[in-house]
Each structure stands twice: as C-alpha cells, then as structure tokens.
C-alpha cells in the first residue's frame, strides 16, 4: 500500500476519533446537537484541531527516524539497479559516445598543434 494513502487514512481516523471525543464530551454536558453545532467555531474544535497536529507531527518525526535509514537505503538499490540496466542496455551507445569525444579532443589538439607549428613558421 502507498504510505501516502496510509497517512491520509491515520489522519482522517485521527481527526474523526478526536472529533468524536469532543462531541461525546459535548453530549455528556447535555448539549444538544443544535447546541453541539453552534459550538463547532468555538476554541475547542482549535483545541481537537491542535491535538490532532501535534500527533501527526510528533508520528511523522517518529516514524522517520525508525525508517530513514531504509528508505535511503531503498532508494540507492533503486538507484543502482536503475544504473545498472542503463549500462547494460545501452553500454555499446555510450562506448562509441566515449570513443567519439576521445576522437574529437585528440583532433582538435593534433589542430592545434599543426596551426601552432604553421603559424611559427611564417
């Protein structure tokens, strides 16, 4: 499963559990849910809000410091294989690519050199 999905699902779950507790505390005050949903602006939904936050936050540190190292270990296997296949599919394209740029420097040096030996003796 994608961990984006996952976090999207923890954090809808968070948010209605605490939107739960609050309405349930709101409940046992003998609210009623004309009353409950006059109180939803009220500073104790920021309160909800906040806590969810908090939770998502401390969660996230947590969660990438236990898997940082595999998923940057992930990654460079990722990375290497993706080389790897790269070189093995076009190896002879980027010899040749080589070989070329190797043909062209020393030309242009054998160039040089004839126009700086030509230029000495006139």
Same mark, same amino acid.
């Given at each position: 499963?994608?961990?984006?999905? +996952?976090?999207?699902? %923890? ?10 507790? !609050? ?5 046992? @005050?003998?609210?009623?849910?004309? +009353? ?8 104790? !939904? +920021? ?14 540190? @947590?969660? !990438? ?15 290497? @294989? %993706? ?10 394209? %980027? !010899? ?20 700086? @030996? ?5």
């Amino acid at each position: 499963m994608d961990s984006r999905n +996952e976090s999207n699902d %923890f954090t809808i779950t968070l948010i209605n559990n605490s939107l739960k507790e !609050l309405y349930e505390e709101w409940k046992s @005050e003998g609210l009623s849910d004309d +009353e409950i949903l006059l109180r939803v602006t009220d500073t104790k !939904l +920021e309160n909800a809000i906040d806590k969810v936050t908090d939770e998502i936050s401390s969660d996230c540190v @947590e969660w !990438l410091s236990n898997n940082m190292y595999d998923q940057l270990i992930d990654d460079r296997a990722y990375s290497t @294989e %993706f080389i790897a296949r790269n070189e093995r599919l076009w190896n002879r394209g %980027f !010899l040749a690519s080589e070989a070329m740029y190797m043909i062209t420097i020393e030309s242009a040096r054998a160039y040089s050199n004839i126009i700086a @030996e030509s230029s000495k003796n006139v």
